[in-house]
C-alpha cells in the first residue's frame, strides 16, 4: 500500500464519482480505476459498489474514509515539518557561551527567536571558554559560541560586544580611594586568574595588561569560572581583571575598578563554522545580525 492509493480513494470517496475525482487529481480516469483496484485487491476487499449511474461506498469503504483523512492529515504535517526544517524555520540550535556579557546577548537574541521563529530552540550551553567554544565548534558539537576574538580562519563571526577591562579587588583594598587603577600599581598585587589550558581570552588580556605595564603577574590561584574567581577575591585571594559585563554579578567582599586612561577591551563575537550546513543556524544568524548590530 502506498499513500497514491489512499489519496486515490479518498478522492474518489469524496467525490463518488470517478470522472470527477480524475479532475480532482488532474489524472486520466483509467489509472485512477486501476490504483483504486490495486488499493483493493491490497486489502482483499471492495471499497466502492460501481453500477454504471453511480459509485457508493461500500462497508468497508466507509470503514476506511477516517483512518484514511488520518492519515493524510499526519503526512501533511511530516511534510510541513521537512519543508518548514529546510527553510530554517524550525530546529535545534546549539550556543556555548561564558560570562555575563553572553547572557546579555542570548536573552535579547532568544526574545527575538520566540517572536519569529518560535519553532527554534536554542540549547544553551553556560560557562564555556572561548577556546573550549572553539574546539567544539570545529567538533561540531555546537553549533554557535560566543568567543573573544580574533578567532582562526574557517569561523565566520558577528561582533555583539565590546568590553571593557575592569580590576576586582576586596572591599577595603588599598586601591579602592584611588578612583581608577593603573596597570603599574597592580605590580605588587597577587593575582587569581582562568586557567590556562581552556583558551581564556580575559586570562590573555590579563597578561598582555601586565606586560605592557612592565612586570609578570604572581599567580595566587586559578578559578575555574567567574563565580568562583569573584569568591575569591572577595575572600582576599588576590585581585582579578575581568570584564565590564561581570560588574552585574554581585559578590559580597567585592569591588570594581575602573583602569585609568585608554582601558584596553575585548572584542566579543558570536562564531560559527563558515561550513555548517543547518537552515536553522542561517537562520540564527540573521536574526543576530537584525536585532544586534555589527558592534565596533
Known amino acids: 500500500m502506498e499513500l497514491r492509493h489512499l489519496h486515490a480513494f479518498l478522492a474518489v470517496a469524496e467525490e463518488l464519482h470517478f470522472g470527477r475525482a480524475a479532475e480532482r487529481l488532474h489524472v486520466a480516469q483509467s489509472p485512477l480505476s ?24 461500500t462497508a468497508a469503504g466507509e470503514a476506511l474514509v477516517g483512518p484514511a483523512r488520518t492519515i493524510e492529515a499526519q503526512v501533511g504535517i511530516v511534510r510541513g515539518i521537512a519543508q518548514a526544517a529546510a527553510a530554517g524555520e524550525t530546529g535545534r540550535v546549539t550556543v556555548g557561551f561564558g560570562g555575563a556579557g553572553g547572557y546579555t546577548v542570548l536573552s535579547v537574541l532568544a526574545r527575538s527567536l520566540a517572536d519569529a521563529y518560535p519553532g527554534i530552540e536554542l540549547d544553551l550551553r553556560p560557562q564555556m571558554y572561548s577556546g573550549e567554544v572553539l574546539d567544539a565548534l570545529t567538533r561540531g558539537t555546537l553549533d554557535m559560541g560566543i568567543v573573544g576574538l580574533p578567532v582562526p580562519r574557517g569561523f ?8 571593557a577591562l575592569m580590576v576586582a579587588v576586596p572591599a577595603g583594598h588599598r586601591l579602592v580611594d584611588a578612583g581608577a587603577v593603573v ?3 597592580l605590580a605588587s598585587e597577587r593575582f587569581v586568574i582562568y586557567p590556562a589550558e ?17 612586570f609578570a603577574p604572581v599567580v595566587a590561584h586559578e578559578a575555574p ?14 585581585v582579578a581583571v575581568v570584564v565590564d559585563s561581570t560588574a552585574h554579578l554581585t559578590m559580597d567582599g567585592v569591588e570594581y575598578l575602573p583602569i585609568a586612561g585608554d582601558a584596553p577591551t575585548l572584542p566579543i563575537a558570536m562564531a560559527w563554522q563558515d561550513s555548517n550546513p543547518s537552515p536553522a543556524v542561517q537562520t540564527v544568524t540573521r536574526v543576530l545580525r537584525d536585532v544586534i548590530g555589527e558592534v565596533g
Open 34 to 57: 486501476q490504483t483504486v483496484r490495486a488499493l483493493e485487491r491490497e486489502l482483499g476487499t471492495d471499497l466502492f459498489v460501481r453500477t454504471t449511474r453511480s459509485v457508493r461506498l
Open 156 to 163: 565566520a563571526t558577528h561582533t555583539v560586544l565590546e568590553e
Open 183 to 185: 596597570p603599574q600599581e
Open 198 to 214: 581552556h583558551g581564556s581570552v580575559v586570562r590573555d588580556a590579563t597578561l598582555a595588561l601586565c606586560a605592557a605595564a612592565g
Open 225 to 238: 569560572d567567574p563565580y568562583s574567581l569573584l569568591a575569591m577575591v572577595g575572600a582576599g585571594v588576590g
